[in-house]
T-cell receptor, first 114, second 114 residues
Framework: DTGVSQDPRHKITKRGQNVTFRCDPI?????LYWYRQTLGQGPEFLTY????????KSRLLSDRFSAERPKGSFSTLEIQRTEQGDSAMYLC????????????FGQGTRLTVV | AQSVTQLDSQVPVFEEAPVELRCNYS??????LFWYVQYPNQGLQLLLK??????LVESINGFEAEFNKSQTSFHLRKPSVHISDTAEYFC????????????FGKGTHLIIQP
């Protein structure tokens, strides 16, 4: 399978704990996006990388959130001191530069903060 | 900044009947438009997209959407739905030629009744 993969698929954590999610994009894609989707809502943009550079961050991305993409390959999203409001599906997508702007999505990581 | 409005959160339709899922957008710049579909327990998949050229775009499974600039709409239609079309459908917009993330609507749950 050469699509976007995310790990883990599900994560249950206690409030106040830190969590880290991983995204492996399609190998030739140099753009990588993180989104958050809560129940009954569409995905909301969090941040985006072009290669290893983080070029855009949403206001939704509080100081407790940090994302990295070392070497421009996989990316990690860390949430520190989780809160119940962080419970959501975290989606990763990747795309190539150029005229074709189709973004391919992973299946997401579902986070539940208890 | 862009925004997307999907007026219907749920659309129940009988099998083999036609369906239209409505999408309106707001943007101060030229846009690309997308419809994504999310089947139960699966990730988001691109259904069809409008980048430029013909305003009527089609998918391989019989859906079509028409970009109407004057009405700022990108409604999705299918002349005859199948039970397998049951899914959540998301309309999304991005700045034309830009690399920023997609702005999604809240989604429409298409329910096919036998």
């Amino acid at each position: 399978d050469t699509g976007v993969s995310q790990d883990p698929r599900h994560k249950i954590t206690k409030r106040g704990q830190n969590v880290t999610f991983r995204c492996d994009p399609i190998s030739e894609h140099n753009r990588l996006y993180w989104y958050r989707q809560t129940l009954g809502q569409g995905p909301e943009f969090l941040t985006y990388f072009q290669n290893e550079a983080q070029l855009e961050k949403s206001r939704l991305l509080s100081d407790r959130f940090s994302a990295e993409r070392p070497k421009g390959s996989f990316s990690t999203l860390e949430i520190q001191r989780t809160e119940q409001g962080d419970s959501a599906m975290y989606l990763c997508a990747s795309s190539a530069t150029g005229g074709n702007t189709e973004a391919f999505f992973g299946q997401g990581t579902r986070l539940t903060v208890v | 900044a862009q925004s997307v409005t999907q007026l219907d959160s749920q659309v129940p339709v009988f099998e083999e009947a036609p369906v239209e899922l409505r999408c309106n957008y707001s943007s101060s710049v030229s846009v690309y438009l997308f419809w994504y579909v999310q089947y139960p327990n699966q990730g988001l998949q691109l259904l069809l997209k409008y980048l430029s050229g013909s305003t009527l775009v089609e998918s391989i499974n019989g859906f079509e959407a028409e970009f109407n600039k004057s009405q700022t709409s990108f409604h999705l239609r299918k002349p005859s739905v199948h039970i397998s079309d049951t899914a959540e459908y998301f309309c999304a917009v991005s700045e034309a030629g830009g690399a920023d993330g997609l702005t999604f609507g809240k989604g429409t749950h298409l329910i096919i009744q036998p």
